[in-house]
């Protein structure tokens, strides 16, 4: 088992370098699809799952595990599903295919994906008939299997380094996870299938569901439903462990402690991707919900769970204080999130998405399966990698943001000195229009306003017809514009935008100061010149759009009420800047009639 224990910790290092060096690569418009994948990926606890629920461990491991099966199928089928949706609406101006054309080719895919899964599958049965007939361990056909998949898994990453090779590499992490499910099919322990396949048939149709079906606005959500999926997965095959391995674990300690990892991060991890999920979803209130002595009893409770959790290593029989254990984590998880404003929902789902990966090479550890040690890891790196990018672009710490309550606006300290900063200009669509009719050069800034107001179809055919009549027309994304790391780019890929006319802050803040027009769609705290400016601004420090360097700006939102962090906008008091008031769909459609009629 040591032996076992140092190879799986190797492993682990060694992906999460692999994963940090392979993931850092990805640009930032793919960070959505890059979440959406590496939680596909995630969805390897599958094939642990598998294991549980076919072997003859006992009625309660059997049935957990088929739970564990139909959770961890979703991910995967949702996961990749969304994904590929996603990642086929990112188009180069010049080469972009047709929908029909795309399809035809997933079709082909998918025939072939067949075809080489049952070539494969074949393989595992005649190599485990040898393998029988030759007294070899059968598993060993299926370790090499699980190699292969890891391989194909990295390199799936890889191929999110660029937008081109982007769906090509998901396909080969499609196919390395079908390789490690049709592989464990064949696992010697399983020896009834009847629970794995009604947890398949769940799965593949909740996640179908949710793949196919759920708007490109909901992907925030989606994830981080599919992180909570995930942990549950790792916190039933967890408990069933323990209860399997029952008065055994007193001779083993090691195997104790990765279960007590797996239920313990498996189970806030379910609890507080939960509330990320409905808070994303507004089924809660987003402002954070905070209360005297938050921090303090948040930390005790920790240290309780830590505590319960060392004496559990010493005494494994005690399993009363497991089952507390495991309580009290799903409780810390509910109260680790309620303090956190929605608008910082998207840290929180990453860091989430780190410890969903925890959980799963945890549970890679209480199996010894390595696939799982592996994917975990990766998991792991890309969510705190995301995590930190994100605190780095909003200017903040990770402890400011999971124990800051930031987002409580307080009204009054929000318009303090709002009325001495000056007047603020509005116009009408048709006074907008013949200010684009004059337009050479027009910047669009999309924000989480552009989202809600779900503009971006309406955005995209703004910019048609001003690239019709000559103007060129470029989109600024901000790192953190929206509700999740990418979002923006994934909304106006799915409005047919080009990725090309797409520019991240660096390359296009020094263009600002050509621009006849910059045009803020929904966004605020990504364009408040406080962020360089005003030294006692909470945005202070925050590298923000450049937008007051353009030659006039044009806003798009419906009020003047404040963005996220609860702040007025000088930039709108700015003699540059025109306020266009009203819904932003409504606006940009009213803004396209006026054009057309120029
Ligand atoms: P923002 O500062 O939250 O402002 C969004 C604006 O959209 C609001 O001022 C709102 O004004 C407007 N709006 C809402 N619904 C609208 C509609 N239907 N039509 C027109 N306008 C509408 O958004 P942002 O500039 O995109 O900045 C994102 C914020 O989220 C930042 O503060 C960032 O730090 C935070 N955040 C983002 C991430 C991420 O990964 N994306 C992560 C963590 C935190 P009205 O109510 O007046 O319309």
Known sequence: MTTELEIGLYIFILAGFLGYHVISRVPPLLHTPLMSATNAMSGISLVGSLVVAGADFGMLSTFLGFIAVACSSTNVVGGFLITDRMLKMFKKGEDGRGEREVRTRLRRRVVLVILVAGLLASIVWLEELQGFLRGVDPTNALGFFYIVSAVLFILGLKGLSAPKYARKGMFLAEFGMLMAVIGTLFHHDIVDYRWIVAGLIIGTIAGGSMGWWIPMTAVPQRTALSHSLGALAATLIGISEYVRHGAELVHDRVLMTAIGFEVVIGGLTFTGSLMAAAKLQELLRGAPITYKGQNTSN??????????????????????????????????????VIPIGAADMPVVISLLNSYAGLADAAMGFVLMNKIQIITGSLDGTSGFLLSILMCRAMNRSAMNVLFGAFGKIEPEAARSGADDRGTVRSIVPNEAALLFDGARSVVIVPGYGMAVAQAQHGVSELANALGKRGVNVRYAIHPVAGRMPGHM??????????????????????????????????????????????????????????????????????????????????????????????????????????????
Do not use: H
């Open 299 to 336: 930390i005790t409770l920790l240290a309780v769970i830590v505590g319960s959790f060392v004496y559990l290593i010493a005494v494994p029989t005690a399993s009363s204080l497991f089952y507390l254990m495991t309580g009290l984590a799903l409780l810390f998880g509910f109260l680790l």
């Open 489 to 598: 780019n994934v909304l106006l890929a799915e409005a047919n935008v080009p990725y090309d006319q797409l520019f991240e802050m660096d390359e296009i803040n020094p263009y600002f100061a050509e621009a006849d027009i910059a045009l803020v769609v929904g966004a605020n705290d990504v364009t408040n010149p406080a962020a360089k400016n005003d030294k006692s601004s909470p945005l202070y420090g925050m590298p923000i759009l450049e937008v007051e360097r353009a030659k006039a700006i044009i806003v798009l939102k419906r009020s003047m009420r404040p963005g996220f962090a609860g702040v007025d906008n000088e930039l709108y008091y700015n003699p540059k800047c025109m306020m266009l008031f009203g819904d932003a769909r409504d606006s940009v459609v009213k803004l396209l009639n006026e054009l057309k009629n120029i």
